[in-house]
DNA sequence: CTGAAAGCGCTTACAG
DNA sequence: CTGAAAGCGCTTACAG
């Protein structure tokens, strides 16, 4: 509970400015050798360490990035990606001693009022922006505003931001000829919100190589992702008369709701039903069978994330216009496991 | 991309000074009605925001409260129960206009540095301590720091500050009764980790309630919540010569993970075998059949240890003597769904 | 290489 | 009720 060391006490101890002081916690030209290693002791020794809201006033940086998820409570608590995002993301910033901040909101609207806030408050130095939608309102926002930013998913077209994203449509088509090879002929998909970006180009993916593959029938249920509409999709899906003889889910969390229903319908996975989750997480080696899934690297992602809004708000920062640029990380590898099988005879 | 407004910019065009600016935006006496009401009028006309870092280096506060996860990236990102504590904790906050920041750290050591570190940087507040130990050395360390902090579960013994938790012997008291009225005479329960606080008192509730009501068998075995680790302590348990006919799990993820194993041993899940999961969440409602489980509100419980928190940091907060008060909540309610049922014959 | 000073944008006693 | 000023703890041109 003692007062706090500032530059002033080490100034006095050292006798020296605080300039000087400044100039040798930060590393600059400025102050000779022996003196800078005189201040480093003395600050060591009393334990110094910087006011964040001194420094943030003077250089006008808030030492923090901000993430504001419009997922319901439920939703955010249930599906592994989010925190697995996080985490990756918080190791980057930390390494780079910046903080996360981090709010909860219902709506678009208020999301950008969060961003308009954090951004006049200067209480963020930028943005990263999850669930990317097809014609997303916060990318023209936040361009805008000037608030730094990184789009988490894309390609988003005409964007005035950076993009990082993977190639989704590739582990579709992956997918649909391994259920091809597989015997299947009747797949369905219970995809994801219609309106975010990865949706449209899955849904986009899977028509074509469909066709391409001549699959005698190929359904798409759009869903919000919960274990409930998961649950209620798959039972409508299988209780239809030409039951599809594959699902593949967009999430893990509706997988393995879905593998709840096959059981309750007393349906044997792998063998009269194949399931596919895309984003493996641990939730999918958590059931019997285990569910076949599409693996990615969410933690790396997010550290890619965060990477690239590091490089927009330091120093070294490209211009407005240069901002656009897209990063592609790895697409998902397909993981097969106990839920898929040959297609029943 | 335009530069901010200060209450400079709101004095110069109010035509008074910045002081009355400041009196009139913070709804202070020092100004007429008038006066108050033209100021507020211009401020808004010109979209004021405050700048934060100016405000704290002022008030020294940051405005924010600080949550250091220590955890694992995967167990963080399976288990509901961080993220929907940390949406209601985050609820409140954002009410108040307290930041939320976040960091995951790896160790005990890590972890009180961060404290340390925030603190000093007066980065927070205050903090919310998570997973409380039996003898938690981070409890005494805040405290010696003077950092205001609120243990996340309890109660604490000889603490300096408060504590917001749920009396865990009773609902495991229901638990066993229940199994007991059931038929059940050999109950397993895979643990948390042992050394935190709520397993201990799990761990002695148990014990004597299985000796109260004369049960033939009580196991208890201690894990890390994985599901990795509850479906092999599962597997051990249901392979023993004398096998359980009931397994109480200290967490969801596992309780989803022993049903796994049930399936694959071919045990019907609750003819043969009744599961009982801590810590309803949605998972428990997505697996065939839905897991009996014991339902707390996590986002309430959040919401309610960052309102304490809020009284520690608030203008009329307890002297730090005053500090070491104990919030009990409502205790989990049993949720019996379709994984439990009469033991069998 | 070093010191004294101004400035970041607020808040808050202190005089009028 | 109002204004002018000092201060929070840093950083950073600007003179010596």
Same mark, same amino acid.
């Given at each position: 509970m003692t007062r706090r060391v500032t530059i002033a006490d080490i100034a006095a101890a050292a006798g020296v400015s605080k300039g000087a002081v400044s100039y040798a916690l930060n590393g600059r030209p400025g102050v000779s050798e022996n003196t800078r290693r005189k201040i480093l002791g003395i600050a060591a020794e009393m334990g110094f360490v910087p006011n964040r809201a001194a420094r943030s006033l003077s250089v006008s940086s808030a030492q923090a990035v901000g993430i504001a998820l419009r997922r319901s409570a439920r939703t955010l608590g249930i599906e592994p990606y989010f925190m697995e995002l996080i985490s990756g993301i918080e190791a980057t910033l930390s390494a780079g001693s910046l903080g996360l901040t981090l709010q909860i909101v219902d709506t678009v609207e208020e999301e950008l009022e969060v961003y308009r806030r954090w951004w006049a408050e200067r209480r963020v130095d930028g943005v990263l922006l999850c669930d990317v939608g097809a014609?997303?309102?916060?990318?023209?926002?936040?361009?805008? @505003?000037? @608030?730094?930013a990184v789009a988490v998913g894309g390609p988003v077209e005409g964007a005035r931001l950076p993009a990082v994203w993977h190639d989704d449509a590739? +582990?579709?088509?992956?997918?649909?000829?391994?259920?091809?090879? @597989?015997?299947?002929?009747?797949?369905?998909?219970?995809a994801g919100l219609p309106h975010l970006l990865h949706t449209a180009i899955r849904d986009a993916a899977h028509t074509e190589t469909a066709a391409a593959l001549g699959l005698e029938s190929m359904t798409t249920v759009h869903s919000d992702y919960t274990g409930e509409q998961g649950a209620r999709i798959t039972r409508r899906l299988l209780s239809s008369a030409n039951r599809p003889t594959a699902i593949i889910y967009d999430n893990d969390v509706m997988a393995v709701a879905g593998l709840g229903v096959a059981h309750e319908l007393g349906l044997h996975v792998s063998e009269? @039903?194949?399931?596919?989750?895309?984003?493996?997480? +641990?939730l999918c080696r958590l059931t019997h069978p285990a569910l076949t899934s599409l693996t990615r690297d969410i933690s790396a992602y997010g550290s890619h994330c965060a990477e690239v809004l590091l490089t927009l708000i330091g120093a070294d920062?490209?211009?407005?216009?240069? #901002?656009?640029?897209?990063?592609?990380? #790895? +697409?998902?590898?397909?993981? +097969?496991r106990g839920s898929t099988g040959p297609a029943p005879a």
């Open positions: 014609s997303d309102p916060r990318l023209d926002f936040v361009a805008d @505003l000037g @608030l730094p590739e +582990p579709c088509r992956e997918i649909l000829e391994y259920l091809y090879a @597989l015997g299947h002929r009747r797949v369905a998909r219970i009269q @039903l194949s399931i596919v989750a895309w984003d493996d997480s +641990p920062a490209p211009s407005p216009e240069k #901002r656009a640029f897209s990063v592609q990380c #790895r +697409p998902a590898q397909l993981s +097969p």
